[in-house]
């Protein structure tokens, strides 16, 4: 089993729409949760750090749920320009500063 | 953007040759990771650096090594690349003296084993 899974889409969206993506981990102990966004042969950004208690950036949300051990990312109002590949990144739990991604997540807005 | 540069941003080289790739930092972060991306795979973790001449292993080492001299460079050797080794290398670096903190990405390094 993998340490991060995600689900490889593509997911196809007209523009306005709402998308959300899941993301689950493995080890108990991580303790740092993100999502990187990735264009096409460009190298990963961090979109966002994924709290215990949630939190949004605009019209982007991120949770968090230890006991089923998954990441959620919420794309309200996709844009065109939200088309991208988005990576669930987790830190090992047994040395915080190594980070695990997923495979990714690809997103593509329509118009 | 965070100051971190990699070189050759490409590479064409024969197998059985050695590479070396490099990651250079301007920001002093004090872990260092190298990514090999390929399709169907995402990041895949290659070796990383706690602390100048502290390195560690990741998911995908085998024929892969680093060294880590000063805190501003790490460096990826292929011993004798194969063509399996083709593929977008990745460095990264994080840790700017709090815990968990997120990884900054060079622009890559494409390197084609022929």
């Known amino acids: 089993r993998k340490e991060v899974e995600q689900d490889p889409g593509p997911f196809n969206v007209p523009e306005g729409a709402t998308v959300a993506f899941n993301c689950t981990y493995s080890?108990?102990?991580?303790?740092?949760f993100f999502w990187y966004r990735q264009d096409c042969r460009k190298e990963p950004k961090l979109l966002m750090s994924?709290?215990?208690s949630g939190n949004e950036d605009g019209r982007f949300t991120a949770q968090l749920n230890r006991a089923s051990q998954y990441i959620s990312l919420l794309i309200r109002d996709s844009k065109l320009s939200d088309s991208a590949t988005y990576l669930c990144?987790?830190?090992?739990?047994?040395?915080?500063?190594?980070?695990?991604f997923g495979s990714g997540t690809r997103l593509l807005v329509r118009p | 953007d965070a100051g971190i540069t990699q070189s050759p941003r490409h590479k064409v080289t024969e197998t059985g040759t050695p590479v070396t790739l490099r990651c250079h930092q301007t920001?002093?972060?004090?872990?260092m990771y190298w990514y090999r991306q390929d399709p169907g795979h995402g990041l895949r973790l290659i070796h990383y650096?706690?602390?100048?001449?502290?390195?560690d292993k990741g998911e995908v080492s085998d024929g892969y090594s680093v060294s880590r001299s000063k805190t501003e460079d790490f460096l990826l050797t292929l011993e004798s690349a194969t063509s399996s080794q083709t593929s977008v290398y990745f460095c990264?670096?994080?840790?700017?003296?709090?815990?968990?903190?997120?990884?900054?990405f060079g622009q890559g390094t494409r390197l084609t084993v022929v």
């Open positions: 990264a670096i994080s840790g700017d003296g709090h815990d968990y903190t997120e990884a900054f």
């Open positions: 080890n108990s102990a991580s303790q740092s």
């Open positions: 994924v709290y215990s």
């Open positions: 990144v987790v830190n090992g739990g047994d040395s915080s500063y190594k980070l695990i």
């Open positions: 920001e002093n972060h004090r872990y």
């Open positions: 650096s706690y602390g100048v001449k502290d390195t």
